[in-house]
């Protein structure tokens, strides 16, 4: 479960936690929609080399790193994917440029993964709610996904901790064929269902307790407020992507492969 570690908000002081979530987003955002304009394996390596020193401001350069090694097996996945469409559908018959494509893909999905990697690590759950609810976001929406945003990690530590319970009554999970270790995960899982309904029940009582959805006009503890370097930021992240964006149709790169 330490794959989640690359993508859990961490609490500590740093220039890129202390800017505004709009600004975080904004350069995720970006980056989200680079990679998708360029399929050149080269542009997708620079979006993943940028985030490096921006990881290693913020101090997440560790969790970081977890959350590429997590995007992997997907990534890889990605490649034997697109790998066997192009064998099935070329005639059984697998080309260089065939590899380079699936590998330039695979390297975009990862450059994807680690740029929300930075933004969710560095923005805590009630500055994301803040950011969805700036975009004028029904709040119903915003708390449901605040929520689950919450509770993913909660859920997946009880998850754990029911798991090595069981392992230290002698559940031996990894053993046998599929069948028989997706009985195993029986005891598991209806444990962890169990406390899944409980919670939802406490959390809607505490809801209903606190008059939820009485007014429709909320206020907030905290309200977004941008500083000059935020402005200058967002100013930077904008021309970068009205340049990248302009490239794109005016300018042809060549693949490390011709």
């Given at each position: 479960m330490?794959?989640?570690?690359?993508?859990?908000?961490?609490?500590?002081?740093?220039?890129?936690?202390?800017?505004d979530p709009r600004v975080k987003l904004a350069m995720s955002f970006s980056i989200?929609?680079?990679?998708?304009?360029?399929?050149?394996?080269?542009?997708?390596?620079?979006?993943?080399?940028?985030?490096?020193?921006?990881a290693y401001i913020a101090k997440i350069l560790k969790e970081w790193i977890k959350s590429?090694?997590?995007?992997?097996?997907?990534?890889?996945?990605?490649?034997?994917?697109?790998?066997?469409?192009s064998y099935f559908s070329s005639g059984y018959k697998?080309?260089?440029?065939?590899?380079?494509?699936?590998?330039a893909l695979s390297i975009r999905l990862i450059t994807l993964f680690t740029a929300f990697s930075i933004f969710l690590l560095t923005t805590t759950p009630?500055?994301?709610?803040?950011?969805?609810?700036?975009?004028?976001?029904?709040?119903?929406?915003?708390?449901?996904?605040i929520m689950a945003v919450r509770f993913v990690p909660v859920l997946v530590g009880e998850l754990q901790t029911?798991?090595?319970?069981?392992?230290?009554?002698?559940?031996e999970i990894e053993k046998g064929n599929l069948i028989k270790r997706v009985k195993n995960?029986?005891?598991?899982?209806?444990?962890?269902?169990?406390?899944?309904?409980?919670?939802?029940?406490?959390?809607?009582?505490?809801?209903?307790?606190?008059?939820?959805?009485a007014s429709k006009k909320r206020t907030s503890f905290k309200?977004?407020?941008?500083?000059?370097?935020d402005y200058i930021l967002l100013i930077i992240i904008i021309t970068i992507l009205m340049i990248a964006i302009y490239a794109r149709f005016t300018i042809t790169i060549k693949p490390l492969i011709v």
């Open positions: 330490s794959f989640l570690e690359g993508f859990k908000f961490k609490s500590i002081s740093s220039p890129i936690h202390e800017l989200f929609l680079i990679s998708m304009l360029y399929i050149e394996m080269q542009i997708s390596i620079l979006l993943l080399i940028i985030q490096i020193p921006i590429l090694s997590s995007s992997l097996f997907l990534a890889a996945f990605v490649f034997f994917m697109n790998i066997g469409v697998i080309t260089i440029f065939d590899l380079y494509n699936a590998l009630d500055e994301l709610g803040l950011v969805m609810n700036s975009f004028h976001m029904p709040y119903d929406f915003t708390f449901a996904f029911i798991l090595d319970a069981q392992k230290s009554r002698g559940l995960l029986i005891p598991v899982f209806i444990p962890l269902l169990v406390n899944v309904f409980r919670r939802s029940i406490e959390l809607a009582e505490a809801l209903e307790v606190k008059a939820f959805g309200e977004l407020k941008m500083d000059k370097i």
